[in-house]
């Protein structure tokens, strides 16, 4: 056999193999697991989110702390406080953040928030949160030294990552949450910063019932 259809021949057999292995590999994937069964309780019931200790967001070199900040909310009635195969929404008032300081001696932060926030819970180990930002719905305006303006979730809705722990009372944490921002101003703003930390701990009451607790289970 000349050399040319030796190569031929052998290219052909290595595409083959490749079509095999590639139809095998597709045949035997694994799905991904479907999100497990969430359930909130009591149903219906409102409920009220309150800072514990301090809230911070850092953008580039600037951080900013606030020691009050309170968020409502209600459990979805049933049966949408149940979800077979996912996570259980509910609804907040946009929290409210005040009494915050920065971390540039002689600037004064100034955060205000709007728009329809959310927050979601799914069961597992650990119970997992996600507080839904709708755009531009935190904005932190600091004067003083340093004048800048500090917007969460500029061009798009954000999904801020945290965690619930059931107890009396509950607590939803964020712990180095990553929130997209956009920094406008001048000397001394972080205007190259396009991301956030956030870091914050609220104890959740059941405002319906107070002798009871906001519950998340499968």
């Known amino acids: 056999m000349s050399r040319t259809r030796t190569a031929f021949a052998l290219g052909l057999a290595a595409a083959g193999a490749l079509s095999v292995a590639s139809v095998t590999a597709t045949a035997t994937a694994t799905p991904l697991p479907l999100a497990g069964s969430t359930t909130v309780t009591p149903a219906g019931h409102s409920f009220k989110a309150t800072l514990s200790g301090k809230a911070t967001l850092k953008a580039?070199?600037?951080?900013?702390?606030?020691?009050?900040?309170?968020?409502?909310?209600?459990?979805?009635?049933?049966p949408g406080n149940q979800n077979a195969a996912g996570p259980v929404s509910s609804p907040i008032s946009a929290p409210t953040y005040?009494?915050?300081?920065?971390?540039?001696?002689?600037?004064?932060?100034?955060?205000?928030?709007?728009?329809?926030?959310?927050?979601?819970?799914?069961?597992?180990?650990?119970?997992?949160?996600?507080?839904?930002?709708?755009?531009?719905?935190?904005v932190v305006h600091t004067t003083g030294l340093a004048t800048?303006?500090?917007?969460?979730?500029?061009?798009?809705?954000?999904?801020?990552?945290?965690?619930?722990?059931?107890?009396?009372?509950?607590?939803?944490?964020?712990a180095n949450a990553a929130v997209p921002v956009t920094v406008t101003g001048g000397f001394g703003c972080p205007t190259s910063a396009t991301s956030s930390t956030f870091n914050a701990v609220y104890k959740v009451t059941d405002t319906t019932d107070p002798a009871q607790q906001i519950t998340v289970g499968p």
């Open 148 to 174: 800048c303006t500090v917007t969460a979730a500029p061009s798009a809705p954000a999904n801020v990552a945290g965690s619930w722990v059931n107890g009396a009372p509950p607590s939803l944490t964020f």
């Open 98 to 138: 005040s009494s915050c300081t920065s971390s540039i001696p002689g600037v004064t932060p100034t955060v205000t928030t709007s728009g329809s926030w959310s927050v979601s819970m799914q069961d597992g180990s650990p119970i997992t949160a996600t507080m839904a930002v709708p755009v531009g719905g935190l």
């Open 60 to 78: 580039g070199s600037v951080t900013v702390t606030c020691s009050v900040s309170v968020s409502t909310g209600a459990v979805p009635a049933a």
